[in-house]
């Protein structure tokens, strides 16, 4: 089943710069799309979600772009923090409240002081 | 800031015995969820509960695997006769109702250990 993929699946980058981090999803049915972030040993973290009458949500150093045509949404981490190293899954799902979350494979990120 | 719980840890069982995880959702959450990642592989959901009872499952949820509230609080995963392929952290979640928006809040996950 890969109806959401996320195709790197590490991503190294100095701190201070830019982290782009990718998500591609097949179901068209998919409306509302969620970001996670998740250490070793714990459960995944919500960090930034995005409904489909967007194609951009923020929050603080977290942008979320999703272009509904090329069935494909983006993270944007600026500035970039050791902190934020982890490795960061993109979810999606139909409809609202109480429906299913289909995970990406997720992309491992290394920000280098 | 409210969280999910998650106990035990970690639980390790030999194949064929009966295990029970267990979860506090967050409180004035009502959809609750149970997903689990088999190690190196994608996080799957597995079931959700809504008012009492499932309101979805994945093919993963077959009979050996049963869900309850049996309190105000507690949330459990029960399987009924382990097998080796159930080895994995198993996360419960929980989310509002009423909201627009389906963000899951999870719990810091149960490390099951199949022998």
């Known amino acids: 089943d890969q109806q959401v993929k996320q195709n790197s699946p590490s991503l190294s980058v100095q701190e201070g710069r830019i982290s782009i981090l990718n998500c591609d999803y097949t179901?068209?049915?998919?409306?509302?799309f969620l970001w996670y972030k998740k250490y070793p040993a714990e459960g995944p973290t919500f960090l930034i979600s995005i409904s489909s009458i967007k194609d951009k949500n923020e929050d603080g150093r977290f942008t979320v772009f999703l272009n509904k045509s090329a069935k494909h949404l983006s993270l944007h981490i600026v500035p970039s923090q050791p902190g934020d190293s982890a490795v960061y899954f993109c979810?999606?799902?139909?409809?609202?409240?109480?429906?299913?979350?289909?995970f990406g494979g997720g992309t491992r990120l290394m920000v280098k002081p | 800031e409210p969280e999910v719980t998650q106990t035990p840890s970690h639980q390790v069982t030999q194949m064929g015995q009966e295990v029970i995880l267990r979860c506090v959702p967050i409180s004035n959450h009502l959809y609750f969820y149970w997903y689990r990642q088999i190690l190196g592989q994608k996080v799957e959901f597995l079931v959700s509960?809504?008012?009492?009872?499932?309101?979805?499952k994945s093919e993963i949820f077959d009979d050996q695997f049963s869900v309850e509230r049996p309190d105000g609080s507690n949330f459990t995963l029960k399987i009924r006769s382990t097998k080796l392929e159930d080895s994995a952290m198993y996360f419960c979640?929980?989310?509002?109702?009423?909201?627009?928006?389906?963000?899951?809040?999870f719990g810091p996950g149960t490390r099951l250990t199949v022998l």
């Open positions: 979640a929980s989310s509002r109702q009423g909201v627009a928006y389906n963000e899951q809040f």
């Open positions: 509960f809504y008012n009492n009872e499932i309101s979805e």
């Open positions: 179901n068209s049915m998919f409306d509302y």
């Open positions: 979810a999606a799902s139909v409809d609202n409240a109480g429906n299913m979350l289909t």
